[in-house]
């Protein structure tokens, strides 16, 4: 398996619901990402986690809540969001932090 | 603050013309990627350069790092309509794992 496949491909949530995005990889990557992409914009990297552990956290709001159960899952964990916080949301991972990252599909995510 | 700087940001192109994308960065790195990116889709990767001097082809497309300059290209041989699509090059961060794009170049091949 040499891709990584995200959950939803889109989504549309109300301001106060509670939502996650799924990402997962099986190609023995111990580092994920999570970026987000506006339209015409390029990718703005969120958080990075390595072995498991949140190495990165680009002063992303508290309505973001990234969640790494295993080495081969990601979550983001979405509350209260606001309309501007609708976008592409990427999913990436590598073998480890230095090497090349690979990008799911993406979640397309509208917030009403 | 790492800068990353392509351009130019919009390119029409001719059919079987060639043409170069400039990618240049701020501050040292060791490592440069290349991604091209479908309008509403993810990032398929084209070439990572990893030294200085480093060149890369796959096909239509010639990727080279100098990081003296700290300049990338990515020169378009006898361009396809099947290149449209935008083309981002990024640049390690202040940490592993912080990839900082640039803005991504628009490209148009028309016959």
């Known amino acids: 398996d040499t891709e990584v496949t995200q959950t939803p491909k889109h989504l549309v949530m109300g301001m106060t619901n509670k939502k996650s995005l799924k990402c997962e990889q099986h190609?023995?990557?111990?580092?994920m990402y999570w970026y987000k992409q506006k339209a015409k914009k390029p990718p703005e990297l969120m958080f990075v986690y390595s072995y498991e552990k949140l190495s990165i956290n680009e002063s992303v709001p508290s309505r973001f809540s990234p969640e790494c159960p295993n080495s081969s899952l990601l979550n983001l964990h979405l509350h209260a969001l606001q309309p501007e916080d609708s976008a592409l949301y990427l999913c990436a991972s590598s073998q480890d932090l230095w090497h090349e990252q690979f990008f799911g599909p993406g979640t397309r995510l509208t917030v009403l | 603050e790492l800068k990353v700087e392509q351009n130019p940001l919009f390119l029409s192109m001719q059919e079987g013309k060639n043409y170069t994308i400039y990618c240049n960065y701020s501050t040292t790195s060791d490592r440069l990627y290349w991604y091209r990116q479908d309008p509403g889709k993810s990032l398929e990767s084209l070439f990572v350069l990893l030294s200085n001097g480093a060149v890369k082809q796959e096909g239509r497309l010639m990727a080279s790092l100098d990081t003296k300059a700290r300049l990338s290209t990515l020169h378009i041989t006898a361009a396809v309509h099947d290149l449209s699509a935008t083309y981002f090059c990024a640049v390690e961060g202040r940490s592993q794992g912080n990839l900082i794009f640039g803005k991504g170049t628009k490209l148009s091949v028309k016959p």
């Open positions: 190609m023995g990557h111990r580092a």
